[in-house]
């Protein structure tokens, strides 16, 4: 059974930094392409960043230059750091990992970027 359990959301003002982060188990991150997408209230989800198994990373045109993606195996962990944030980047972050497809989603975890 694969388990996603996302932390580290909170409220934070605008310019300020969070780090995210994505514990798996029944799974290994290292293994599979694994990503965090976000939904914020009335729209689609959408994804933010992806890392492969062979660590190829790609990021939406909107986070490029302020968040990264980057995993650590031996806690069988991936994180987001978000940097420079805006209100605009409001939204529940949700962890996937694409062993199958449709991917394995965790719970969420809300972030809230004030003025």
């Known amino acids: 059974q694969v388990q996603l359990v996302e932390s580290g959301g909170g409220l934070v003002q605008a310019g300020g930094s969070l780090k995210l982060s994505c514990a798996a188990s029944?799974?290994?991150?290292?293994?599979?392409?694994m990503g965090w997408y976000r939904q914020a209230p009335g729209k689609q989800r959408e994804s933010v960043a992806v890392i492969t198994s062979g660590g190829t990373t790609n990021y939406a045109d909107s986070v490029k230059g302020r968040f990264a993606i980057s995993r650590d195996n031996a806690k069988n962990t991936i994180y987001l750091q978000m940097n420079s944030l805006k209100p605009e980047d409001t939204a529940v972050y949700y962890c996937?990992?694409?062993?199958?497809?449709?991917?394995?989603w965790g719970q969420g975890t809300q972030v809230t970027v004030s003025l």
């Open positions: 029944g799974s290994t991150v290292s293994s599979n392409t």
């Open positions: 996937a990992a694409f062993i199958t497809y449709p991917p394995y």
